[in-house]
């Protein structure tokens, strides 16, 4: 018996987890449409619904309706489970991020995080390499010169920020002691990390904002010198999980961000979830923020960055945490 | 069921996806797809580690394998063949007799030696210095993390220091030839 309620638990936890980020990343694209448009002194979407509100409904019906196209040059199996690919990953990625301290429902124990795993943290840059895969391959199996440049671009910059992000995080790890989520976000309840790691946080969010390729790191679809790069062959439903993958990505980036440096669910007065949903919309809005003000990169300047100044200083910064830690 | 059964099916699936991937890796001819099921091999035996609780080398297995290193070894097909140059068919006609019967005979002795290994295949009775419930008390990472850096910390310099001299000599190469 105790079986079958663990399996409804999880399945319920799953549903409830999965349909809040789905509607969640529905309003951020929205969101992110009307942020831009302040920023760059327009409106933004506003024919549809008062402020726009159903504009994500409008697009999610049109590119449902939109006719599918596989390309005559491209590789048909990859070319479909491209898309695919970066949508599981995304998905898969909020799996063991936790959003609030155990509850007691019906006389259970219940712990707000789908899977409360020994080593949580890995597991996240285990999927977010693989959700990498589906821009590499779609771009690639279009068989289109500029999706390939995208494929090729996006590969490059993934294997060069991936590192820096591990060693970023380690900052946090040995503060925590531990590679359980939850574990960390319990070692800040008197202070938030991103006391004792200011620089860290900081390049964590430059290497954050290269892990999901966006301004000013959006190298696989530079749409004014790549015509969108790796999803320009990309159509209907397709296109759409693409769409919602990067977007599920932004938000499960941003919970990642609260998780290791902004306490996670931790805070006073209100509930446990309400805070960590409140601190994820921070760390979007600063996302959605810097894409407005600064902008693209050059490709060559992207991999000097990295390899020159983000991976030294990430280094550094844990050489310097691991001697603080040791002598204290 | 119980969890046993359940893993031993889970077991099965995992072991005849690694077999069928493997085989399907080394016989595809597009450069790219064999990489692709390679990524799926290495990710059938990530599943593997899991049911043997060893969720860090699992975890390890997909980011660094399944994730890093294939992905560079995509982004270089990708680089040397933009193309999508299918294999040369030189393989296949250069091949001479003798080559063909030693590399059967190959295949024979390693047929004989999996079977005599699967047929008396004993389980051991010693029980090593971390069984998996000493493991889960510690923590899986921690567990490794506490033999590489204290038994093994000899060869693990080592082996370190080899790879750095690999980086070393590649760029030297590289640099020579321009």
């Known amino acids: 018996m105790e079986l079958y309620y663990f399996i409804l638990e999880v399945v319920i936890k799953n549903l409830v987890v999965i349909s809040i980020l789905m509607l969640f990343v529905a309003y951020l694209t929205l969101a992110e449409r009307k942020f831009l448009g302040y920023l760059q002194v327009r409106l933004g979407p506003n024919r549809v619904g008062t402020w726009g509100l159903l504009q994500p409904i409008a697009d999610g019906i049109k590119s449902f309706v939109k006719e599918d196209i596989i390309p005559t040059n491209a590789d048909k199996p990859v070319y479909v489970i491209a898309p695919m690919i970066s949508f599981v990953a995304a998905l898969s990625m909020f799996a063991v991020i936790p959003f609030g301290e155990s509850v007691t429902l019906f006389g259970r124990e219940i712990k707000l995080v789908i899977a409360d795993v020994d080593i949580g943290i890995l597991y996240v840059f285990a999927m977010g390499t693989l959700g990498e895969y589906g821009i590499v391959l779609g771009g690639w199996s279009s068989g289109n010169k500029y999706a390939i440049l995208g494929a090729l671009r996006a590969a490059a910059q993934m294997i060069s920020y991936e590192v820096a992000l591990g060693l970023i995080v380690i900052g946090t790890i040995i503060l925590s002691g531990s590679l359980r989520l939850t574990e960390i976000v319990e070692a800040q309840r008197d202070v938030w990390f991103i006391v004792y790691q200011p620089f860290a946080f900081l390049l964590y969010i430059v290497a954050a904002l290269a892990e999901v390729n966006r301004t000013p790191f959006d190298m696989p679809e530079s749409e004014s010198e790549l015509a969108c790069g790796f999803n320009i062959e990309y159509s209907s439903m397709k296109f759409a999980l693409f769409m919602i993958a990067e977007y599920a990505h932004l938000v499960t980036v941003s919970a990642l961000t609260t998780t290791l440096f902004l306490g996670g669910w931790l805070g006073p007065v209100l509930p446990g979830p309400v805070w960590f949903i409140l601190k994820t919309c921070v760390m979007i809005f600063i996302f959605i923020w810097i894409r407005g003000t600064y902008p693209r990169m050059r490709y060559d300047h992207i991999m000097k960055f990295g390899w020159k100044f983000l991976f030294p200083a990430a280094l550094a910064n844990v050489v310097i945490t691991a001697f603080i830690v040791a002598l204290r | ?178």
């Open chain 2, 1 to 178: 069921m119980d969890a046993i059964g359940f893993k031993f099916i889970l077991f099965m699936i995992a072991a005849l996806v690694v077999i069928v991937s493997s085989v399907l890796m080394a016989t595809r001819k597009n450069p790219i797809h064999s990489a692709l099921w390679m990524i799926v091999t290495f990710f059938a035996m990530a599943i593997i580690y899991l049911l043997l609780n060893a969720q860090f080398i699992a975890v390890a297995q997909v980011m660094v394998y399944a994730g890093a290193i294939m992905m560079l070894i995509l982004f270089v097909i990708m680089m040397v063949n933009m193309d999508k140059g299918n294999r040369e068919e030189t393989t296949k006609a250069s091949w001479s007799l003798g080559k063909k019967m030693a590399a059967a005979l190959l295949m024979v002795i390693l047929l004989v030696e999996l079977l005599f290994g699967a047929l008396f295949y004993r389980m051991t009775a010693r029980v090593g210095d971390y069984p998996a419930d000493a493991v889960a008390a510690a923590g899986n990472a921690k567990t490794v993390g506490a033999l590489l850096y204290g038994q093994y910390l000899f060869p693990f310099e080592v082996a370190s220091i080899l790879l750095l001299i690999g980086i070393v000599g590649a760029v030297v190469i590289a640099k020579r030839n321009k």
